[in-house]
């Protein structure tokens, strides 16, 4: 029996509990906790009276409804000024927010900005979202291609660059009415779509550092070999209208995360890649077949009319889209009758390094800081020109390149400057010369061939290990891994180094070097990557850290089941020596007296590209452990069977 006393405790702990609970049927939560009003205003209207532009942003209505977000930066006091777009997959809000500031220079500071050229020319800078990315409506796809065979919708980034400009020229009242494109790498991909029907008021294209042909040789293949170290940027492209879902690892050096994968199928799998749409669509296409030749962009080009004044800008450095600029030109170039409206600028640079401080890359240092001659010297008055009202009449050559070695600026007629392809030949005692292979004789017995073992088990590193992911910013140096000393790499069992005497001329070369390799592979499949090389004195006066330094000048990839078609992969006859041809990178370079020509011969260019298993499988994505073997490699130099590098060798 409960005790009056032991009651009234109970009641004391009970009865506010359910006068609150009636409390709380009675009253709304509105009456139990009344409004307190925010202190964060509905729309913030900033007060920019004090600023040096105005900032406008606008959702621009594309032909089929869907809307694109842009930003408009006008000059304080702009009249008839011409308007510069950039449209990216990277965030025009975020590009056009380096920092806050009531002036214009310090908010457009970064990437894809040339600010002096922008703030000295008095331009309305505009960044524009494209479809799918950020602030814009609509569907991403990874480079768009033009309406067609690969793309049954009436949009494209054709379609949707005119539009833009359409609604630009009629809504900016400080406007000349002129209009340019410029971008980097994916953003210089899109100016070249411009130039497809171009709009009336597009007056002038600047494409730098452009995605061109993603399997000939920019971001995804090169001749057939996969650059898996892309595989982090599809997945944070498409995961994502924001790029927010980040590629994960659980390895320090991305050497033994993609060794540990096997293939780079199984990586995508074990990361969940499949769910991203170009992905399937790479893993789908692993040979040059329709999907990749009708949105290559030189070809897409060679067909349409020139309108549109265009300068071309190539890094002789890019880690990322070297193929691109020079494939273009060489498509349009022809069709440029009076030789005026396609340009070509070459500089020392990596991917997108000429908007930058450009006075040296890596360990290599020209003198001068060639980014700011460039935009002062070759992108403004180019600029200028096509676009202000008031422009003096200055006119830019028709090819401006920066010759390495001698590290001076050459003003050409045309690229490349009519070389002499001359071969430099693969010499027994893993010697180069100039000489072509004679007869064996008693006195020097046919040595008809050096070879390697070249094991998928160990693979040759593209840079020193640890091999760091692709990243920009320090302590990252994915932007050098083209001029690093390549001596970690001539010292191994698995590459072939031929190297020259000494010179005693300066040789200039300025064009593309072919490589023409006879080799042979003990398997059915293989890779190839030929380097052309300038190595240097033992001994640098004035620079002791260069001493002995192996830079390359161009190199590249070739993989062997496209020797015959690049549609059609085939399987290598064992054994049989056979000659791989194709062309390394453009160079405008200078060897000087005192040093070498190298040139390394090697089977494997890991985790940049995706093993090789030297078994010839129907799709390499997909390639099994019992696939990689094993393979004895045999580069061939004797009469009949001479390997060589043709060098566009050009007159003094």
């Given at each position: 029996m409960i005790s009056r006393r032991r009651w009234a405790a109970i009641a004391a702990l009970v009865f506010p509990v359910l006068c609150l609970g009636?409390?709380?049927?009675?009253n709304s939560p509105q009456a139990?906790?009344?409004?307190?009003?925010?202190?964060?205003?509905?729309?913030?209207?900033?007060?920019?009276?004090?600023?040096?532009?105005?900032?406008?942003?606008q959702m621009i209505p594309m032909r089929d409804g869907v809307k694109l977000y842009t930003v408009i930066l006008v000059p304080m006091g702009a009249e008839h000024a011409p308007i510069l777009i950039t449209r990216t997959p990277y965030s025009a809000k975020e590009l056009t927010s380096?920092?806050?500031?009531?002036?214009?220079g310090p908010i457009l500071y970064g990437y894809d900005n040339a600010t002096d050229v922008i703030l000295e020319g008095g331009y309305i800078r505009v960044l524009q979202d494209i479809r799918g990315k950020y602030g814009s409506e609509g569907d991403f796809v990874m480079n768009r291609p033009i309406h067609g065979a690969q793309n049954p919708t009436p949009v494209d980034e054709a379609t949707d660059t005119y539009d833009t400009i359409d609604w630009l020229v009629k809504n900016i009242p400080e406007t000349n009415g002129k209009v340019g494109i410029l971008g980097i790498s994916y953003d210089g991909f899109l100016p070249l779509m411009a130039l497809v029907n171009p709009h009336p008021a597009l007056k002038v294209a600047v494409p730098m550092n452009p995605m061109?042909?993603?399997?000939?040789?920019d971001d995804w293949f090169h001749n057939g070999a996969f650059r898996q170290q892309n595989m982090p940027y599809i997945y944070e492209q498409e995961g994502t209208r924001a790029n927010d879902a980040k590629w994960w690892t659980a390895n320090f050096d991305d050497y033994d995360l993609y060794m540990k994968a096997g293939s780079a199928g199984e990586l995508g799998r074990e990361h969940g890649l499949e769910q991203m749409g170009f992905w399937k669509k790479i893993l789908d296409h692993p040979d040059y077949d329709a999907f990749w030749s009708d949105q290559a962009v030189d070809k897409v080009l060679a067909a349409q009319p020139l309108k549109v004044p265009v300068l071309l800008v190539h890094s002789l450095w890019d880690q990322e889209d070297i193929y691109g600029a020079m494939a273009v030109y060489k498509a349009i170039k022809p069709l440029d009758k009076n030789n005026d409206k396609v340009f070509l600028a070459v500089g020392p640079w990596c991917?997108?390094?000429?908007?930058?401080?450009?006075a040296s890359l890596g360990d290599m240092h020209w003198g001068s800081d060639t980014g700011t001659w460039f935009r002062q010297h070759v992108l403004r008055p180019f600029l200028d020109g096509y676009l202000k009202d008031d422009a003096a009449a200055e006119k830019i050559a028709p090819v401006t390149a920066f010759e390495t070695g001698v590290n001076r600026w050459q003003k050409l007629p045309a690229w490349p400057v009519a070389p002499a392809m001359k071969p430099l030949y693969l010499e027994?005692?893993?010697?180069?010369?100039?000489?072509?292979?004679?007869?064996?004789?008693?006195?020097?017995?046919?040595?008809?061939?050096d070879e390697y073992?070249?094991?998928?088990?160990?693979?040759?590193?593209f840079r020193a290990r640890p091999s760091q992911p692709i990243g920009y910013a320090p302590p990252l140096t994915w932007t050098q891994w083209l001029v690093d000393d390549q001596r970690e790499a001539s010292g191994r069992t698995d590459v072939l180094a031929y190297t020259s005497e000494v010179l005693t001329a300066p040789l200039h070369i300025s064009g593309q070097p072919i490589a023409n390799l006879v080799a042979s592979t003990s398997g059915t499949d293989s890779d190839w990557v030929v380097k052309l090389i300038d190595a240097y004195p033992d001994e640098v006066a004035g620079q002791p850290g260069m001493g002995g330094y192996q830079l390359m000048i161009a190199a590249d990839i070739f993989r062997g089941r496209y020797r015959e078609s690049f549609s059609k992969p085939k399987a290598l006859e064992p054994g049989k020596p056979l000659i791989?041809?194709?062309?390394?990178?453009?160079?405008?370079?200078?060897?000087?007296?005192?040093?070498?020509?190298?040139?390394?011969?090697?089977?494997?260019?890991f985790p940049l590209y995706d093993r090789n298993p030297q078994t010839f499988v129907s799709n390499i994505f997909w390639a099994k452990p019992g696939d990689y073997t094993k393979a004895t490699q045999r580069v061939y130099h004797a009469l009949g069977e001479a390997s060589r590098i043709e060098l566009p060798v050009a007159a003094e």
């Open positions: 009636a409390a709380g049927q009675m139990a906790y009344p409004d307190y009003p925010s202190e964060t205003p509905a729309k913030l209207v900033p007060a920019e009276g004090s600023f040096d532009y105005a900032r406008r942003e380096h920092a806050a500031s009531a002036h214009l061109v042909d993603g399997w000939m040789g991917h997108g390094q000429e908007i930058q401080d450009a027994a005692g893993l010697k180069v010369g100039f000489d072509a292979p004679a007869a064996p004789s008693d006195a020097n017995p046919d040595t008809s061939y073992v070249s094991d998928p088990a160990k693979p040759v590193p791989y041809r194709f062309a390394l990178p453009p160079a405008n370079h200078v060897f000087l007296p005192g040093h070498r020509i190298m040139v390394q011969v090697q089977s494997s260019w």
